[in-house]
């Protein structure tokens, strides 16, 4: 199991929406995260600088790697895209961060 945390950018103004509409996550994006071996995932906030920290459980990297090909996480990305720094594919920009201390 893989620990991974990367960080993206809020639009100023977007904080309400982004999380409506995390709140309502499609439920066949649930699956297809599920599928590829993600979980424990959580999104944090620095309200100040509109910077998102994500942090997720992964099983399998290469599957982690193959979702991007998938149509549900392209539409899902397309649906995020006015509220967050993005890619020319709506991806969301997603900068690695490196592990330094971890208390199991």
Known sequence: MERIAFKMKLLPGCTEEYKKRHDEIWPNLVILLK??????????????THSLFGVLNAEDLAAL??????TMMQE???YMSD???????NSPVS???KDVFYLP
């Open 35 to 48: 599928e590829a071996g993600i979980s424990d995932y959580s999104i944090f906030l620095d309200e100040e």
């Open 83 to 89: 509220l967050m720094e993005t890619n020319a594919d």
């Open 95 to 97: 900068i690695p961060l």
């Open 65 to 70: 790697d193959k979702l991007p090909q998938q």
């Open 76 to 78: 899902w990305w397309k």
